[in-house]
T-cell receptor, first 115, second 111 residues
Framework: DVKVTQSSRYLVKRTGEKVFLECVQD?????MFWYRQDPGLGLRLIYF???????EKGDIPEGYSVSREKKERFSLILESASTNQTSMYLC??????????????FGPGTRLTVT | SQQGEEDPQALSIQEGENATMNCSYK?????LQWYRQNSGRGLVHLIL?????REKHSGRLRVTLDTSKKSSSLLITASRAADTASYFC???????????FGKGTRLHILP
């Protein structure tokens, strides 16, 4: 079974702190994604990566950056956390083949609260 | 840049009844996917239907796709309490491996 793990289930940070959210997948997937989920807004893509050291902006990249130094690990960085970044953060991974997109496998989510 | 939109937003049915959720989208797609999310957890992939398919089954799930109407439906037969969850459809975005999720249908199965 594909397993996607996220470093924390719950996280509380203060405004202005630098925050790292880690995601690891164990199925050698090329693609990895970071979403945030907010009530009434659904899932919105922040960034995704289709290869090591490669990244593309999603729909809401402002205030975030990402890092993918190894194929299995994709990190989301909040450079200076703000209260409007309080949200549920979901990581996902998928294969990258022709005739995609393919099913995405999700981690359990990190509920981040910025105070 | 929302692509898929589920209907209804919320649905409550008695255990044992069938549940039907619909998804409409705007532009042509390669495939459409359905996901389930139990409260406060990550999403779980249920089924993927390609644009050249009209119907697909998986256990108690039946998905249909009508590309002429740009719509899909998810039918859950003989519902159980464990089916209580939010259900999302997801369609292609620009960029081959990106998908866009709708806002979901919240399904509640009453005992």
């Amino acid at each position: 079974d594909v397993k996607v793990t996220q470093s924390s289930r719950y996280l509380v940070k203060r405004t202005g702190e630098k925050v790292f959210l880690e995601c690891v997948q164990d199925m050698d997937h090329e693609n990895m994604f970071w979403y945030r989920q907010d009530p009434g807004l659904g899932l919105r893509l922040i960034y995704f990566s289709y290869d090591v050291k490669m990244k593309e902006k999603g729909d809401i990249p402002e205030g975030y950056s990402v890092s993918r130094e190894k194929k299995e690990r994709f990190s989301l960085i909040l450079e200076s956390a703000s209260t409007n970044q309080t949200s549920m953060y979901l990581c996902a991974s998928s294969l990258c083949l022709e005739a995609g997109p393919y099913e995405q496998y999700f981690g359990p989510g990190t509920r981040l609260t910025v105070t | 840049s929302q692509q898929g939109e589920e209907d209804p937003q919320a649905l409550s049915i008695q255990e044992g009844e069938n549940a039907t959720m619909n998804c409409s989208y705007k532009t042509s797609i390669n495939n459409l996917q359905w996901y389930r999310q139990n409260s406060g957890r990550g999403l779980v992939h249920l089924i993927l239907i390609r644009s050249n398919e009209r119907e697909k089954h998986s256990g108690r799930l039946r998905v249909t796709l009508d590309t002429s109407k740009k719509s899909s439906s998810l039918l859950i037969t003989a519902s159980r309490a464990a089916d209580t969850a939010s259900y999302f459809c997801a369609t292609d975005a620009s960029g081959i491996d990106k998908i866009i999720f709708g806002k979901g249908t919240r399904l509640h199965i009453l005992p």
